[in-house]
Nanobody, 123 residues
């Protein structure tokens, strides 16, 4: 079983910065893609940014140029540096990771979510 634990959320004023972290633990052979999603009561969960094991990244248009995703493969950890935050960035942010569980390569696959961390941007 793979667990994801997020940290770094909080309250910040518009224009400020926050950095989210998400560490994966458990029985992990390899992690493919790690990403951040966000959700509000008014909107469905949406992709914010994702990064592959090789370092390829993908961002939502609304955060391009302001957010940066990175990962430390040795620590099974993904980060989201959020700059120039706007009130519309307010949401619960969820970490996601997929890959191969266990001790050896095989056909099994995991797709796990963290518990979410609140980010609130005040105007």
């Amino acid at each position: 079983q793979v667990q994801l634990v997020e940290s770094g959320g909080g309250l910040v004023q518009a224009g400020g910065s926050l950095k989210l972290s998400c560490a994966a633990s458990g029985s992990i052979f390899s992690i493919n893609t790690m990403g951040w999603y966000r959700q509000t009561p008014e909107k469905l969960r949406e992709l914010v940014a994702a990064i592959t094991s090789g370092g390829s990244t993908n961002y939502a248009d609304s955060v391009k140029g302001r957010f940066t995703i990175s990962r430390d493969n040795a620590k099974n950890t993904v980060y989201l540096q959020m700059n120039s935050l706007k009130p519309e960035d307010t949401a619960v942010y969820y970490c996601n990771a997929d890959g191969t569980p266990g001790n050896t390569a095989g056909s099994a696959w995991f797709d796990s979510w963290g518990q979410g961390t609140q980010v609130t941007v005040s105007s």
